[in-house]
């Protein structure tokens, strides 16, 4: 082969790759902007309007409902939907893993602040007589800690509260471990109106005639 032929093809191989991977690192978004456009989002009111919104829909699917309310259940999420870490994880830089020991620390302390417009309409329901349940993906071991945040916050009185359980599986995704839970309450004779929460896994599975997504632009679970 020409020795010329076969340099001109190597630049020309490595110049397309280089345009390659120039072109995918322009379609890269800088972290540092992403962090300052999601602290914006979230402290300068726009988080609070989308919240409304979704919460806003939530009231219409209550207040349409003609039914037995005593039979008929609200299923909340508990971490943003209900209570935000929001303020932590900011502290940390976003640096979310769920429930290593920063997270899990977080968790313990118990003083997760309430979203306000959850708890305008968590009240609503239970003063509209609808059994209120959570699920959510804590661990079993955080329950006793969960329980007393929920409280202190104002989300008393609730029907039922159910954590992520301990399995032998390795994978127990909380889409599976919230399907379950839900098909639980079901079991005790309750019809689920309503699902909320944070998560497509929130709301994956069935068991509930209505979903609410909320916003969430900090972290995800599968």
């Known amino acids: 082969m020409n020795k010329k032929f076969f340099l001109s093809t190597i630049i020309l191989v490595l110049v397309f790759t280089c345009n390659i991977f120039a072109e995918e690192y322009k379609d890269i978004p800088n ?8 602290r914006h989002y979230y ?9 409304d919104t979704q919460y806003t829909k939530a009231d219409k699917i ?3 409902y003609k039914g037995d309310k005593s039979k008929t ?3 909340f ?24 020991p920063q997270w ?15 708890l305008t309409f968590y009240r609503k329901a239970q003063e509209m007589g609808f059994a209120t ?37 390795k994978i127990h995704s909380a889409s599976e471990a919230k ?24 709301l994956a599975g069935g068991h509930a005639e209505n979903t609410i997504l909320l916003p969430n632009l900090i972290y995800i679970v599968p």
């Open 104 to 118: 899990a620390s977080f968790v313990l302390k118990g003083d997760a602040p309430a979203m306000p417009r959850a």
């Open 179 to 202: 399907t379950k839970a839900r098909e639980d309450i079901e079991s005790k004779g309750y019809k689920i109106l309503l699902n909320i929460g944070d998560q497509e896994s929130d």
């Open 77 to 100: 999420d508990i971490d943003e939907t209900v209570l935000t870490s929001f303020y932590f994880l900011e502290k940390i830089d976003f640096a979310y893993e769920s429930f290593l």
């Open 133 to 169: 349940f959570f699920v959510t993906g804590r661990p079993e071991k955080y329950k006793s800690i969960s329980e007393y945040n929920l409280n202190a916050q104002g989300f008393t009185n609730y029907t039922g509260i159910y954590h992520r359980p301990k399995t032998n599986k």
């Open 31 to 38: 972290l540092a902007k992403v962090k300052k456009q999601v």
């Open 62 to 64: 209550l207040d349409e």
């Open 43 to 51: 402290k300068k009111g726009q988080w609070e309007k989308d919240l």
């Open 73 to 75: 259940a609200i299923v």
